[in-house]
C-alpha cells in the first residue's frame, strides 16, 4: 500500500487548496479513506472521512469550509480547503481505512503534506 499526497503550500488567510493523495497497492473503490492533520506541538487530529460509496464525515471545526472527495478512476482521494485560517496550519496526512465503511480507521498513512496559512 502506498498513499502519496500532495497540493499542500503556502496561502494568505482567506485562501483555498486542494490536497491530492493518490494511492496504490490495494483496490482503491473498496476502502474508506480519511485526512488528518497534526499541527506543530500538538496531537493529530481527525479531519475527513469518505466510505466507498461516497458517504462524508466532518470534524465539527469544519464548519463547511472543507470537502473530501474522490475519484476511483484516478485512486485519488482529495481535500479542498477553503477559507483557510491560521490555525489550519498543519501537516495533513490521509489514510486508508480498514474497509469501506466511513466509521472505519485508519490501517495505512501516507507521508504528508504542509499547509502553511499566513499572511
Known amino acids: 500500500v502506498q498513499l502519496v499526497e500532495s497540493g499542500g503550500g503556502l496561502v494568505q488567510p482567506g485562501g483555498s487548496l486542494r490536497l491530492s493523495c493518490v494511492a496504490s497497492g490495494f483496490i482503491f473503490y473498496n476502502y474508506a479513506m480519511r485526512w488528518y492533520r497534526q499541527a506543530p506541538g500538538k496531537e493529530r487530529e481527525w479531519v475527513a472521512s469518505?466510505?466507498?460509496?461516497?458517504?462524508?464525515n466532518y470534524a465539527t471545526f469544519v464548519k463547511d469550509r472543507f470537502a473530501i472527495s474522490r475519484d476511483n478512476t484516478r485512486n485519488t482521494v482529495y481535500l479542498q480547503l477553503d477559507s483557510l485560517k491560521p490555525e489550519d496550519t498543519a501537516v495533513y496526512f490521509c489514510a486508508r481505512c480498514y474497509d469501506g465503511s466511513v466509521y472505519s480507521t485508519p490501517q495505512y498513512w501516507g507521508q504528508g503534506t504542509q499547509v502553511t496559512v499566513s499572511s
Open positions: 469518505i466510505s466507498n460509496g461516497d458517504i462524508t
